[in-house]
């Protein structure tokens, strides 16, 4: 599941972003800047047709060079967020897994 997602560097100026990859518990997001391991930082995630963005604080637990792309892929772990919005996400998670299967069944036939 992909959001837009915005995070405020150190000097708190915001940077927008993308999750390329979420659960309740973290995510990977794509930034232009390195970010160090264990650094905590607040993301502001925005679903499509979901009327607020979720305000997460996050851990960095690691950082990988893109070579190809440029930049980094920073993984987190969300440390402080509401259990209403970590439900949110998880629902939003088993949608899209139900989806899958049904596609997948569909294409059986």
């Known amino acids: 599941m ?50 607020q963005s979720i305000s997460v604080i996050a851990k960095v637990l690691r950082t990988r060079a893109l070579k190809k792309l440029g930049g980094f892929d920073v993984a987190v772990e969300f440390i402080n967020i509401e259990e209403k919005d970590r439900d949110y996400i998880n629902r939003r998670l088993l949608d899209i897994a139900e989806i899958k299967k049904d596609r997948s069944e569909d294409r059986k036939y």
Do not use: D, W
């Not at 979420?22 to 391991?37: D, K, N, Y």
């Open 2 to 51: 992909h959001c837009l997602l915005k995070y405020e560097k150190l000097e708190g100026q915001q940077v927008l972003s993308f999750a390329r990859n979420i659960s309740a518990g973290g995510l990977l997001f794509h930034s232009q800047e390195q970010v160090p391991v264990g650094a905590t930082m607040r993301l502001k995630l925005n679903f499509l047709n979901h009327p």
